[in-house]
């Protein structure tokens, strides 16, 4: 059962559920908010006359009993026929804009909870990442990069992975083996079409380069780490980065070992169509069943997006190899 209500935030709250003819929810693990597009027809049957939307409008759609997205309109569009078109995106948009920030010796959660406070936006469950990031100075970046940098420094140095997203109006930091799902996605099993594919034309590299600067002396350290075997059979491809001049010999060694762990070796992803199952959002950890491609393994959503139409709910997600 499915279940969509608007706020106006002036006391009326309407379940427009019987007014829409299909709506998609689309959530991405890495860099966007999540949204809410949805097609309702304005004269229906079951509309009051002092109905209304407006920009900043809190949409609520729940299915199956899950609460799945809590939201704000920011669009609306109208042509001449009746049907009336909203996106709405979750509280992880308002961390699009631009500012400020330098933190010294602290943990990804701790930044999201200091921007998330500075913003005045709600925060719910936030896994402790343990991992303290010596320093982090970014100017004129979005908050949300800030977000996104800090949880791929921590990977780096650890290897785990955390997923960053809006759990219904709560900003929510969890580790992906918190999220791993008790069903698996088969040939037998919701799934109808995929598509997979193995690259090196994008995030692989078989050459890391780190450059640290002492600007008191002003001189230039170079460390490298490379695989000269994949180079021989793919060509050299170098990942280039600059290091704190604060980090000693240990901490640059062990950062040159975690990247040339993660980053040299192709890209494999996978993109499945499947029937719907509200409960599969970006970030979930997934088993994929796929006889005809030997695949018996689990994926980490990268993005999923659900479509509804009517009593029809279908899913596309795009997966990678953890």
Known sequence: MVEILLDNKNGNVWDITHLV?????????????ASLDLTFIRGGLYEERSFEVNNGDIVRFRKEDENVFYGYVFSIDRGIDESVR????????????????????????????TIAEDNQLKVGTLDDTGFRIPTLLEEDKKLLDIICKAIDLTLISTKRIYVFFDDYGELSLRSVENMRVDFALGEKSLLYDYQYSRSIDKETYNRVKLSQENKEENTKKIYIAQDSANIAKWGQLQLYKTVDEQLNYAQISEMLDQLIQLKNREQKTLQVDALGDIRLRAGCIVPILIDELDINQTFLVDQCSHKIEGANHTMTLELRVI
Not at 91 to 112: C, E, G, H, K, P
Request: charged share 20%; glycine share 2%.
């Open 21 to 33: 003819s299909n709506l998609t929810w689309t959530t991405s693990r890495i860099g966007k908010p």
């Open 86 to 113: 909203l996106k709405a995106y979750d509280q992880v948009r308002y961390l699009l804009s631009n500012d400020y920030y330098r933190f010294t010796d602290v943990t990804a959660t701790q930044i999201i909870q």
